[in-house]
């Protein structure tokens, strides 16, 4: 079982909303991680589009900036991205990847969830 499950993706019209969850279970996620949101876009490297660290700082790439806001609840062990006024070149499928944070690379990822922008 993968150890982050994303849910919450979806079509929707340019200009629309969507809010997307991943729950983070078998491993301390409260606990010195950091989380991140990434998209993989047809013809385009997969990227970071949100992160957010074990401080609740969050940091986001310039083409969401302004539209897409990354939180969690530590309660629920749940990473929610929001994403609103979003574009057609938001269509893309997002992952969810959890990394200790004084470590550089994410070794924990979910199965993803496809997110669709009609024009």
């Known amino acids: 079982q993968a150890p982050l499950a994303e849910s919450g993706g979806g079509s929707v019209q340019a200009g629309g909303s969507l809010r997307l969850s991943c729950l983070a279970h078998?491993?301390?996620?409260?606990?010195?991680?950091?989380h991140g949101w990434f998209r993989q876009r047809p013809g385009y490297e997969r990227e970071e589009v949100a992160g957010i660290d074990n401080r609740q700082r969050p940091t986001y790439a310039n083409s969401v900036k302004g539209r897409f806001t990354i939180s969690k609840d530590y309660a629920k062990n749940i990473l929610y991205l929001q994403m609103n006024n979003l574009k057609p070149e938001d269509t893309a499928m997002y992952y969810c990847a959890a990394r200790r944070c004084g470590e550089t690379t994410y070794n924990r990822w979910g199965q993803g969830t496809q997110v669709t922008v009609s024009p």
């Open positions: 078998g491993y301390p996620s409260n606990w010195g991680y950091c």
